[in-house]
């Protein structure tokens, strides 16, 4: 695994209530996961993208990913939080990104999301997001 990929499953994996998780460079309109074998194709990337333009009609409408339809719990322009019935997912913006956690059934929604906002302000309230465009120019 790659420093990227390390970094999710120390912060996020480790914790047994994600299951998995993807750090989306917004700008390439790629994605980082762990684990490794976790895919989110560029249909997924520009859904996820999309979904901070407008938090009124996610809420409203959800949304629909990896063919299943997720139901709004929260949406705002740093967070969304949605569920279906197999699980979850949480999704929080920084400047340049955004990470992806995934939960499913059996796993608690509130250390998700909570792992997955602590990373996520991590990256808003220290130098990391400059960090982070270090590892991934050391990785192209």
Same mark, same amino acid.
């Given at each position: 695994?790659?420093?990227?990929?390390?970094?999710?499953?120390?912060?996020?994996?480790?914790?047994?209530?994600?299951?998995?998780?993807?750090?989306?460079?917004?700008?390439?309109?790629?994605?980082?996961?762990?684990?490794?074998?976790?895919?989110?194709?560029?249909?997924?990337?520009?859904?996820?993208?999309?979904?901070? *333009?407008?938090? @009124?009609? !996610?809420?409203?409408?959800?949304?629909?990913?990896?063919?299943?339809?997720?139901? %709004? #719990?929260? $949406?705002?322009?740093?967070?969304?939080?949605?569920?279906?019935?197999?699980?979850?997912?949480?999704?929080? *913006?920084?400047? @340049?990104? !955004?990470?992806?956690?995934?939960?499913?059934?059996?796993?608690?929604?509130?250390? %998700? #999301?909570? $792992?997955?906002?602590?990373?996520?302000?991590?990256?808003?309230?220290?130098?990391?997001?400059?960090?982070?465009?270090?590892?991934?120019?050391?990785?192209?």
């Amino acid at each position: 695994m790659n420093q990227i990929q390390n970094l999710l499953y120390d912060s996020l994996i480790k914790t047994q209530h994600v299951e998995a998780a993807a750090l989306i460079r917004i700008k390439e309109g790629i994605a980082f996961t762990s684990p490794p074998r976790f895919n989110v194709p560029a249909q997924i990337i520009q859904t996820v993208v999309d979904a901070f *333009k407008n938090p @009124s009609a !996610i809420r409203k409408e959800g949304l629909h990913v990896w063919d299943r339809s997720y139901q %709004c #719990v929260r $949406a705002d322009k740093n967070s969304i939080y949605a569920k279906c019935e197999e699980g979850g997912l949480v999704l929080v *913006k920084t400047k @340049s990104n !955004i990470l992806l956690a995934t939960y499913r059934e059996g796993m608690y929604p509130s250390v %998700c #999301v909570e $792992a997955a906002e602590k990373l996520g302000s991590s990256f808003l309230f220290y130098p990391r997001e400059h960090i982070f465009s270090s590892l991934l120019l050391q990785l192209s």
